[in-house]
């Protein structure tokens, strides 16, 4: 079930989609990447969308400040901020990974590497 929400939130954007994806509303353009490319083209396209992973910072704005956004960029989907990487270095999060997700692949790697 969705939600009821203070703000105009397409459905389509609650469900996991591996494809890009453009959602107008009479108020505003919800816009979800799903390449760090895509992210960028759209942010430079648009400088003042404001990008979210979750709906936090915009709920608030929306609901106590009263800030509404003409372009929204969703950026849960963005494969590059959902990856972990190990590598010589050390480790790269992604910026969208979860902490459980965090936990559990460090769990992993400690198993497979202990030093």
């Not at 404001?50 to 400040?65: L, M, Q, R």
Request: hydrophobic letters at 40%; glycine letters at 4%.
């Amino acid at each position: 079930k969705i939600p009821k929400l203070a703000i105009d939130y397409p459905k389509e954007l609650f469900y996991a989609c591996s494809t890009s994806a453009v959602f107008q509303t009479k108020t505003m353009e919800w816009i979800r990447p799903t390449s760090l490319q895509e992210l960028l083209f759209f942010k430079y396209k648009y400088p003042t969308a404001h990008i979210v992973v979750g709906n936090s910072e915009h709920g608030i704005e929306a609901k106590f400040k009263g800030v509404r956004r003409m372009q929204i960029i969703h950026a849960a989907h963005v494969e590059d901020l959902l990856k972990i990487d190990v590598c010589e270095e050390g480790v790269r999060v992604g910026a969208n990974v979860t902490w459980s997700f965090l936990c559990k692949e460090i769990n992993v790697v400690m198993a497979r590497e202990p030093e």
